[in-house]
């Protein structure tokens, strides 16, 4: 096994490490880019008015919830989460993009309920997109971050800083090591707690 790592910095998301791990018997290959600075939570919300709105910059790490509180949208980061830089309409294409795996998924189950919420998500994302102005219903975007590291860059986005009972129901989609602890203070799974030095 042959692992690599190399150090850089990126705009918006600052210090970074890029760590590659390939196995030559096996063909078993990894890749990951781990962002190495934190900052304080935060928590960015944008409502999509205009065109201008949806050309906004949308940066989303590894850590970053996104939430449409209007459709009942919540993307949480998992084990292998992807950090990227996009606009606002980018981000509503990538929800859009599940939405329409839904419909398929329900569709071959029978579940035409199903088919029918995932296809009224759809509408109301389409018309935000092509119009925002004329959309019949507005939708705003949130993305909130624990580690600080994603944001929304526009004059109109709002910034406030994440309070306590948030970021319990929050998920980091990595393990973070507290190294004076020496403990895992969030974790990727439901179930898991500290682990503290004598267990």
């Not at 880019?33 to 790490?61: E, H, M, N, W």
């Not at 998500?121 to 119009?131: C, H, Q, R, S, T």
């Not at 705003?140 to 994440?162: M, Y």
């Not at 403990?183 to 707690?193: H, K, L, Q, R, V």
Request: some cysteine.
């Amino acid at each position: 096994m042959a692992i690599k790592w190399q150090k850089d910095t990126i705009p918006y998301f600052g210090d970074i490490m890029y760590t590659t791990a390939t196995c030559d018997q096996c063909t078993f290959k990894f890749a990951d880019t781990i962002i190495l600075s934190s900052k304080d939570p935060v928590c960015y919300s944008l409502q999509i008015k205009t065109g201008a709105d949806l050309d906004a910059r949308f940066i989303r790490s590894t850590s970053g919830t996104i939430v449409i509180e209007e459709l009942g949208i919540m993307v949480e980061p998992g084990p292998i989460s992807e950090s990227y830089v996009t606009n606002v309409e980018g981000v509503l294409q990538r929800i859009r993009g599940v939405i329409e795996s839904t419909v398929r998924w329900s569709e071959m189950d029978g579940d035409f309920e199903k088919v029918d919420i995932a296809l009224d998500l759809i509408n109301k994302i389409d018309a935000v997109i092509d119009n925002p102005e004329t959309a019949p219903a507005a939708l705003t975007l949130q993305i909130k971050d624990p580690l600080g590291n994603s944001a929304i860059i526009s004059a109109n986005a709002e910034s406030r800083k994440l309070n306590e009972e948030e970021l319990e129901n929050l998920k980091t989609g990595m393990i973070i090591l507290d190294a004076e602890k020496d403990e895992i203070i969030y974790d990727i799974s439901d179930e898991a707690g500290p682990i503290g030095k004598n267990e």
